[in-house]
């Protein structure tokens, strides 16, 4: 099997990222604040604006898409980044793409001199909660709506990782074994 490589995209592969983007808000609607009809017709600067505010890293598998998160400012914490948009093809789920979409995100993040990384996660979404504490973010007390339009109200909490080197040493919580995020593919 191909292994995993994960890359920036620079602004000429806008329509990678649109592919992916389009797939998965096709796929995964209630995952992403903006819609498939908000962002199907989007012309081509669109997509080129949106390559230069944030950065995206790309997963694959030789050349098959696998997943894509992205890397921008955070903007309540100069020193911080955050972490969003993250997105996995569903055949790709469980193989460990998630963790290294994260971990080049984080390594990403620390070679810009960022201090802390933020990832804000819907507190009904057990799963991403617990693959951001397996990978070492911390919850905190931020909270905020769900930008969702779903029916129900719901909320985000905001987790934080530490990109010092002496927190990335640090015990998992929740396991206590020492933290390498070195995931389940290394």
Do not use: C
């Not at 903006?34 to 694959?60: G, H, K, Y």
């Not at 990403?108 to 397996?134: C, E, I, P, S």
């Not at 530490?162 to 919580?173: C, G, K, R």
Request: hydrophobic share 40%; no cysteine.
């Amino acid at each position: 099997m191909t292994e995993i490589t994960v890359r920036v995209l620079d602004e000429s592969e806008w329509s990678v990222y649109r592919d992916v983007r389009l797939s998965a808000l096709a796929e995964s609607p209630g995952s992403f604040t903006a819609t498939l009809a908000e962002e199907a017709d989007r012309d081509e600067q669109f997509w080129r604006d949106r390559m230069t505010q944030s950065q995206r890293l790309l997963a694959e598998r030789g050349l098959l898409p696998q997943g894509i998160v992205s890397l921008g400012p955070y903007e309540q914490e100069p020193s911080a980044a955050e972490v969003f948009g993250l997105y996995v093809v569903p055949e790709a789920r469980g193989t460990g793409v998630s963790w290294r979409l994260v971990e080049a995100a984080a390594a990403l993040a620390t070679q810009q001199a960022y201090l802390q990384l933020y990832y804000w996660v819907g507190t009904d979404n057990g799963r991403a909660v617990g693959f951001a504490k397996n990978f070492g973010f911390h919850t905190t007390d931020y909270r905020r709506p769900s930008r969702f339009s779903d029916p129900e109200p719901s909320e985000e909490i905001a987790m934080v990782l530490s990109l010092e080197l002496d927190a990335a040493l640090a015990p998992n919580p929740t396991s206590e074994k020492p933290a390498t995020r070195e995931g389940p593919l290394s």
